[in-house]
Every structure is written in C-alpha cells, then in structure tokens.
C-alpha cells in the first residue's frame, strides 16, 4: 500500500529492512508546479509546490524512540539527516521541516513510529523573524545568540536536563509550554544539514534519554518535536544556530494564544528541568 520506497536501510533477516523513507501518501505539498499552481488566487497565495516524505523508523509497530537501541536510533537519525541533506539540495527549495508527532493529540494519525519532512519553497514569516532576530543580535552583539543563551544557561544551571560531548538538553529560561526541552549542539552550526557522525551519534542517545526522562516523570505524553534549523541559503552563516524541540502535548492554547502568537507557561521551566534531571531510575545531571 506504500506511494512508493525512497530510501531504505536494509536488515539481515525478514522484514529486510530497518528505517524506510516513503512519499506521503497524502501530501501538504506537491513537486507538480502546474498542479500547484491551480492553488493559486491571482496573486494573492503561493502555489503549493514543494516535498513531503515520511520517515518510518521502523519495522515493528511497537517500536518508539525511547525503547531503540544505540545501532537503530542512530539508524534513525542517520536517515533524518540523510533525507535532510537531500532535500534542502534541491530546485527552489528555500526551507526544509523536520518533525514528528506522537499521540492522536499532537497530530499523530497513524501509531506506527515515523518522522516527517517538508521542503518549502519560501521561508515561512514566523520562521523569517526568528532569522531577522538572530542576524540583529549578530549584528549589535558580534555573537551567535543561541550560543550566548547557552552560555547563560550552563552558568545557571538550574534549566539543565542533561549533556553530552557535543550536545546540551535543556527547558528554556521562556518555554512555551510544561517540560519544553531543547537539544542544543555545542560546536556552532546554522543547519542540521552541518552535522558530523559522531555529533549525530551522540544527538541519538541524548534525544532517547531525553524522552525516556519524559516518560518517566509524565508518564508517555503526547509530545511533537522540530527541528529548528536554518534553510539551504543559510547553511555556514554566524548568527543562526539550530536545534531540536520538543514540546509535549500537556496544555491546550487558547484564545490569547490564537490572538498573540504568544504562549502562557502555567509551569515553572526550572521545577521541569529539576524534575527530568532527577527522573526516576536515572542518576541526576552533573
């Protein structure tokens, strides 16, 4: 019933592989420009041209990022990377999204484990603040701000999660929802696209220790998680700095939020963090 096989990880044994990369069956975007450009309203939209794939992570039902071993989750985010890289490599393509849904309540339709991918032809207007904001820090500063923000946060300490060599977790000093965490990598990069082996890696391990945290304390919460990293025309630049998030689903927004764009936290970031540092069955974060 597949649209198609683009990529596959093969296995020893049946079922012959292990991470598969699909079309979408039912795709937000199509690479068709005369088919998107029926959606079109004399100027007043963009057509709807771009890549949707999805990323399944596996071939066993049950199977979840937090119960991978080490070989399958580096599989996994190997794949991400891989179809990343690809993506952002094509025609026209000014901005790739990355990101997964768990649960029916963050939009996950279907139970089997998979990540998705969309490549935009234009940079969204929330995600272009964002790079207007980081090139104005840059700019006044002489710095990356994520990387300052990092700084801070290591000197603080009270938001930490966890660390690796080359990877910091962390709930944000402003988190827009309860137990937000972020996974930051050190060295500095503007695209997921930058990353080496060993960081990828090394993401793997402290992106299923992350959750399992989160299972712990929450209890196997909804959750969505994204990649926040800059588009193809970005990638080396200074003053941009990726990272994952991941934001479970445990408040609904309303109508300030729909107004504003903004969030409101009932939850303290350091209570979370403190909780998920100590997170039953793990040893607290030096």
Known sequence: MLPGILEEVPLDGVPGWQVRVVPNKYPALHMDAVLAQAARRGGMA????????????SPRHDADLASMSDGEIEAVLAAYHRRFVWLSEQP?????ILFRNYGPTRGASLAHPHAQLVALAMTPPDLQASVELARAWHEHHGRCVLCDEMELERADGQRLVGGTEFFTALVPFAAMCPFEVWLVPKRHQASFAEIERDELRDMGLLLRNTLCRLRSVLGDPPYNFVVDSAGPIEAGRPDLHWRLRIAPGLATPGGFELATGMSINPSSPEDDACALRNAEGYAPCP
């Open 92 to 96: 026209h393509i000014q901005r790739v």
């Open 46 to 57: 963009m057509a709807g041209y771009g890549y949707h794939h999805v990323i399944i992570e």
